[in-house]
């Protein structure tokens, strides 16, 4: 697919490529040989109930690499030449980050390769499972990781083909989420209640020449103060054109409604956040609450659920002010369908996500994602006691709020929805 120039900002030229690689990862089945007319089985080994002659796994071995040479020769003549410049984007003498994503030999055959071989050795030089299969699992765990986030472009891409119905323009104002490290090529769309306060933590990290080293030790209010990380928003636009042609892009995204009833557990029930209850609290509790009393028109501390979502769908809310950030759409915080992002990673599979994303930056050996201690994490069991209160009519309006999220993101309506 040829990603032009259409939308963003003028002249943004968009990644023009469309790199779509297979990895193929052998799979393989423990063997049982026949024994009819061939003596006595051999002696069981430790780790083996009944062994492959050798001659037959010697057949095996070369027919599984002739397959495997077969599939990288029609991969080789039918991947497009990559369409990366490198040389125009500062401080870049080194292999890019986009580069590495792209580059299917490099990720996604190279596994597929490495775990190839793995499986050739167990079964021509009898390895012991034992031994090889922890590598195994974790080189066939990576395979599958980049297989995902691949696809999730890919989903990506349609729906927003399928959806997208007039071009837009971006302005600079339009990239203030997206984070911007020049030492490792890397842009970060930040979206508020998707592990954004440990992702600009690392980037902290990455950014500070050695000021920090573990993300842990940065206070989660100074990950979030404006001027310790620079936003795209701050370049001219040529220098925005280059960044967004030639760095690696990722946006994580989480299930639409576990991540807004996460943004009201947060602002709204805990008594900390006095500035959101005096600045939202009170706005809700004036238009959405009959009779309310005097202490709760000035303070703005309990807002219901009911009424959050009732502030949502109201059409006044967005005709006066846009959404706060904590409860924006992110299509409408990221731009997906203008940015191609190349990696889009999920909040429920956070980990391994952040470990591909750090990989591709060069720095997994050096820096470790952190990890969530939350016990009380918002899921969907938890969304759904959240929603079961509110009415069919405003469970409808509000899944129509958001449901472009759900559609470009390949979220499923949640089941506890009653919609009709």
């Known amino acids: 697919m040829q990603r032009g120039t259409s939308g963003g900002i003028t002249n943004i030229v968009h990644n023009g490529r469309d790199h779509r690689h297979v990895a193929v990862v052998p799979a393989y089945e423990s063997c049982r040989g026949s024994d009819e007319g061939s003596g006595a089985p051999p002696a069981a080994e430790p780790g083996f109930s009944m062994r492959m002659p050798r001659e037959g796994r010697l057949l095996l071995a070369m027919c599984l690499c002739s397959l495997f040479v077969l599939v990288l020769y029609f991969q080789s003549i ?107 090529s890397l842009i970060y769309c930040y979206v508020p209640k998707v592990a954004c306060t440990n992702w600009k933590r690392v980037l902290m990290v990455l950014t500070s020449d050695g000021r920090y080293t573990n993300p842990l030790a940065i206070p989660a209010n100074e990950a979030h103060v404006a001027g310790n990380l620079r936003t795209l928003s701050e370049f001219s636009v040529p220098e925005i054109n280059k960044r967004l042609r030639s760095y690696l892009k990722f946006i994580f995204v989480r299930e639409p409604f576990e991540r807004l009833v996460s943004a009201y557990r947060n602002k709204f029930t805990r008594s900390y956040n006095t500035a959101f209850h005096k600045r939202y609290g009170t706005k809700i509790i004036r238009r959405h609450r009959p009779h309310a009393e005097p202490e709760a028109l000035e303070k703005g501390n309990d807002v219901s659920f009911n009424e959050f979502v009732q502030y949502l769908v109201d059409p006044r809310t967005q005709r006066e002010e846009p959404f706060n950030e904590h409860w924006e759409r992110v299509h409408s915080l990221c731009h997906p369908c203008l940015i191609h992002y190349d990696v889009v990673g999920k909040y429920e599979t956070l980990e391994p996500d952040a470990q591909a994303v750090l990989k591709l930056a060069g720095v997994e050996g050096t820096l470790q994602f952190p990890t969530s201690g939350k016990s009380t994490r918002t899921d969907g069991n938890m969304a759904a006691r959240f929603f079961k209160h509110i009415s069919p009519f405003y469970q409808k309006k509000l899944f129509n709020l958001y449901r472009m999220d759900f559609m470009l993101f390949n979220y499923s309506t949640p089941e506890y929805l009653r919609t009709r």
């Open 78 to 184: 039918t991947k497009p030449e990559p369409g990366v410049k490198t040389g125009s984007s500062p401080r870049k003498s080194r292999r890019s980050p986009l580069q590495t994503l792209y580059n299917g030999d490099q990720v996604l055959c190279g596994l597929a390769l490495n775990t190839f071989f793995s499986v050739l050795l167990l079964l021509v030089f009898d390895q012991s499972p034992a031994s090889s299969s922890s590598h195994l699992y974790k080189q066939q765990e990576l395979v599958e990781a980049q297989r995902s986030l691949q696809g999730r472009r890919e989903v990506l891409e349609e729906a927003c083909l399928s959806h997208m119905r007039k071009r837009q323009v971006l302005s600079p104002e339009d990239l203030k989420h997206l984070i911007v490290d020049d030492k490792h």
